[in-house]
């Protein structure tokens, strides 16, 4: 991939860079690596890796104005949710042109009835209003970006479907080629036919995320595949500028919860690094206690945490939520560091509540698909066991859009449901003025 040097003026990052390096997580190890080291893992240990900053020259002060300032400006730079809040993204050199399609921005709203429904203030911060539908784009500009300053042709994913479509559309933009695996004919229709038209090469291979990721795993050195799951420290840099949005569109109030479904567990962890920024930074004095959830058939997790135990041990994943459908999730350690950080909870809910907590949403107009509604599922079962107040102040985080899985929606009708919704008429306008008769007598 060519990087180009003088990009075009509205790519371009102007601000100085501060100094930046990959370091290993596990105490005791701690080893860095420059930016450009080729594994994702440390050498010395095998435990994750971040990307840690030098962020003394930062004036903090004037950074929320800055952000601020900068929503009128039409660089793609500053529209995108993520550049916009570069100085908290310093990996990348001056100059350099970021892969960007004007991702985040995406909006904070209200869901009283669902509130009511969970028994808290709630908010949510919709991740399905993405390029491509999810979360996932946050993190994929900034790890394409990453791939492009290392000059990688090719770059590879295991996924359950919404990082396969991200990476596919960012790679698309990077001219890069987009090789993904996915579990046989589990993953969504729609989230396949993204990856597709943006042109990835799809090995649909084994039953589950793991299984793909593990064999991936085994080829990305062998083959010179940039790797871009969130085991990739720069994908969970991207995923962290949720918290700049999200704090910036409460006036910098701290929320008491905030709340995510887990599946490999990147998602929580990049939200725990970048609150722990923040308040390294003084932006914020204080921390939300994030909350993650996870699907009862596939929440190791979970029961890592409610066992007490120290080790994660991987399962068999099974749920109708196929975006989170993963046994072995490789990000656990950042995660358990992420609750510890901000005395955070974990939970865990069945389909069941899933699709319940889906059919709250819709009552407030708001869509999802099946994994993000996890969270507002957990929300409500940890009011009902007391561990989250009635009346709390909570903001939950809807990482897909309604349409990634539009099949289970009308799968989760009931037949009652769908008769009084779903009408087959004849074109004849007797039997139309009928139809229309018994649906007036209905909302009457
Ligand atoms: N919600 C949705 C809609 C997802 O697609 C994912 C993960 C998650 C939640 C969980 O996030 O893995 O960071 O804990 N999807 C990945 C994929 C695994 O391949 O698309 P996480």
Redesign the pocket.
């Known amino acids: 991939m060519r990087v180009q040097k003088a990009p075009r003026e509205d790519h371009e990052l102007p601000d100085s860079m501060t100094s930046a390096f990959l370091q290993c997580i596990e105490q005791g190890c701690e080893r860095r690596y420059p930016l450009d080291a080729k594994e994702h893992l440390c050498s010395a240990c095998g435990a994750l890796l971040d990307v840690r900053y030098d962020f003394s020259q930062i004036d903090a002060k004037s950074l929320s104005k800055l952000w601020q300032q900068r929503k009128i400006s039409s660089a793609i730079t500053d529209q995108s949710g993520v550049w916009r809040f570069r100085e908290l993204l310093p990996f990348v050199p001056a100059g350099t042109e970021v892969i960007s399609l004007s991702e985040g921005r995406t909006p904070l709203i209200e869901v009283n009835r669902t509130g009511e429904w969970a028994g808290v203030q709630l908010s949510i911060k919709h991740q399905g209003n993405n390029p491509t539908g999810?979360?996932?784009d946050l993190g994929m500009t900034a790890c394409i970006t990453q791939a492009a300053i290392l000059g990688s042709r090719v770059t590879a994913?295991?996924?359950?479907?919404?990082?396969?479509a991200s990476m596919a559309a960012y790679a698309a933009r990077a001219g890069m080629k987009a090789v993904v695996f996915v579990p046989f004919g589990k993953i969504s229709t729609a989230k396949l036919a993204q990856a597709l038209e943006f042109g990835a090469v799809v090995i649909e291979m084994g039953d589950n995320?793991d299984q793909a990721f593990r064999m991936l795993r085994e080829l990305t050195d062998e083959l010179g595949l940039y790797l871009v799951n969130?085991l990739n420290p720069f994908r969970l840099e991207g995923q962290k500028t949720i918290v700049c949005e999200i704090l910036e569109q409460r006036d910098w109030r701290v929320p008491d919860y905030l709340v995510?479904?887990?599946?490999?567990?990147?998602?929580?962890s990049s939200v725990g690094k970048g609150l722990q920024e923040l308040r390294q930074l003084g932006l914020i004095d204080k921390l939300p206690r994030l909350v993650v959830v996870q699907a009862e058939g596939a929440s190791p997790f979970y029961n890592m945490i409610a066992a007490g135990a120290d080790e994660i041990v991987p399962i068999q994943p099974r749920t109708e939520a196929s975006?989170?459908r993963?046994g072995n999730?490789v990000?656990w350690k950042k995660a358990l560091r992420a609750l510890r950080l901000t005395d955070g909870l974990c939970e865990s809910v069945t389909d069941e509540q899933i699709f319940e907590a889906k059919a709250a949403l819709a009552k407030d107009g708001v869509g999802c698909?099946p994994?993000?509604a996890a969270s507002v599922a957990g929300i409500q079962k940890l009011v009902q066991s007391g561990k989250i107040e009635d009346g709390a102040d909570v903001v939950a985080v809807l990482?897909?859009h309604q349409l990634?899985d539009p099949e289970i929606s009308i799968k989760r009708r009931s037949e009652r449901e769908l008769a009084q919704q779903r009408l087959h008429v004849e074109p004849d306008i007797d039997k139309l003025r009928a139809a229309l008769e018994s649906v007036m007598l209905q909302s009457a």
């Open positions: 999810s979360f996932k994913c295991a996924s359950t479907g919404n990082t396969s995320f969130s995510l479904p887990g599946g490999n567990l990147g998602n929580v975006a989170i993963i999730p990000n698909e994994a993000s990482t897909g990634k």
